[in-house]
């Protein structure tokens, strides 16, 4: 009876284990193909405009909105020390350190990413990516080599994009509204944000979001059971994924960059 | 070949966006200035206390900022703190008995280095030591100070 569950057990890490060493497998089929896509950028165009241009709005919205609320909420807590002054350090710190770059992977991974898996499913479902191999076609570095490198091009412009429209949303509430000193927030704001340390390492994060975004997105999409159930839990999954993986990541990597 | 060219042109404007975006973030929001780097001299001065002076704290003069602070080291042999400091290269007339003095901005701000200038004739040179210095004001030792007098006075 026992034995039962520790097979059981056993099984679902075997299960796991097999489903890494595919998505790494198809990581590794995926990057075989870029020199390809290179020779023939229209296909990355199309991908960047798919991931990046159509994710541009939801992009540009959350991050004023996140900017203003990040104004409001700062000056409550900075005008109880008198230090006001600070809000644009506090407001660009933490937008590009940390909001830009982990709002902007989770709301990719709920725009583009749950579009990617649905795409690629449904291609698989309905037997494209086996008639693409028919014709000697191989449908890893046609369809799926574009989408990646079009997420990896679009999330470090996206998360910048966020950030910016952020800072400028900060500025609107802080200066515009709660009325502080307009010169303060922008001296300040460079005195104590440095280029390397926060801008560079927000970028690298945003990379590294990219690649996992779309990966997960792509695996789950290519890995799906190509039935229409398959393909509704396969998205399911892979916004859920992109979502732990994402704040997971993010813990590391600000424990890398930030925590000396 | 309408499609093709409008999706061409919205990636490009899409590009574009993300490029001034990040220029914005590194001019306007950052302290990238193109000039730095190796640029500009080394000074180096010894203080008994820096206080809480970091690397890439200001150096300033008549509140103006000229450098850097390049490294904070500690020498065992003085029990001292070797602050070197880089200055910009157009400042090249320090005079060599100019004054270090450990600031604070504001009552709890950061700690900057502020360079009086002396009298002299001869000017500092790349890796010259600074030799008037003063240390950084603890807090906690200028209130026990305040406090001691102040208990001197009424006895």
Redesign the interface.
């Known amino acids: 009876m026992w034995l039962d569950s520790v097979a059981g057990l056993g099984r679902g890490v075997l299960t796991a284990l097999e489903r890494l060493g595919r998505a790494h497998l198809l990581l590794l089929a995926i990057l075989l193909g870029v020199g390809e896509v290179l020779r023939r950028p229209?296909l990355l165009?199309?991908q960047?405009?798919n991931i990046?241009?159509l994710s541009?709005l939801i992009v540009g919205v959350s991050g004023l909105f996140v900017g203003m609320v990040l104004g409001l909420q700062g000056y409550y807590v900075l005008s109880q020390f008198g230090a006001e002054q600070s809000l644009g350090v506090m407001v660009?710190a933490s937008l590009?350190r940390e909001l830009g770059p982990v709002v902007t992977a989770l709301l990719v991974a709920g725009r583009a990413g749950s579009a990617l898996t649905a795409e690629i499913g449904l291609m698989k479902a309905t037997e494209q990516l086996s008639g693409l191999e028919m014709m000697a076609v191989d449908p890893v570095r046609r369809i799926l080599t574009p989408r990646f490198l079009g997420g990896l091009?679009?999330m470090?412009?996206?998360a910048?994009?966020f950030?910016?429209?952020g800072?400028l949303g900060g500025y609107f509430v802080g200066v515009g509204l709660l009325g502080i000193d307009d010169g303060a927030y922008?001296s300040q704001?460079?005195?104590?944000?440095?280029?390397e340390e926060?801008?560079v390492n927000?970028?690298v994060k945003s990379l590294v979001f990219g690649v996992f975004v779309t990966w997960i997105a792509l695996f789950q999409g290519h890995d799906t059971v190509p039935t229409s159930e398959g393909v509704s839990r396969s998205t399911t999954r892979s916004v859920v994924h992109s979502a732990l993986v994402v704040l997971g990541l993010d813990f590391v990597l600000t424990a890398l960059m930030f925590g000396d | 070949m309408g499609k093709?060219r409008n999706?061409?042109l919205?990636?490009g404007?899409?590009?574009a966006?993300?490029?001034?975006?990040?220029f914005?973030?590194?001019m306007?929001?950052?302290?990238?200035s193109l000039v730095t780097g190796g640029e500009g001299y080394l000074l180096n001065a010894r203080f008994a206390n820096v206080g809480s002076l970091k690397v890439?704290s200001p150096v300033t003069m008549a509140g103006v900022r000229i450098g850097r602070v390049e490294s904070v080291r500690f020498d065992k042999a003085t029990y001292e703190a070797v602050v070197s400091m880089r200055i910009d290269a157009e400042i090249d007339s320090i005079p060599e008995d100019t004054f270090a003095n450990i600031f604070t901005s504001g009552l709890l701000g950061e700690q900057y280095i502020g360079l009086e200038p002396g009298g002299s004739p001869d000017y500092l040179r790349d890796g010259e030591e600074i030799a008037n210095t003063q240390s950084a004001l603890v807090l906690e030792q200028m209130i026990g100070q305040f406090l001691f007098k102040k208990a001197g006075e009424s006895g």
Request: hydrophobic share 65%; no cysteine; proline share 2%.
């Open positions: 229209r165009w199309e960047i405009y990046g241009v541009l660009a590009v091009v679009a470090p412009m996206l910048a994009i950030s910016a429209v800072v922008w704001m460079r005195a104590k944000i440095d280029f926060d801008v927000g970028v | 093709r999706v061409e919205m990636v404007t899409f590009m966006l993300g490029l001034i975006a990040l914005f973030l590194a306007h929001v950052s302290n990238l890439r």
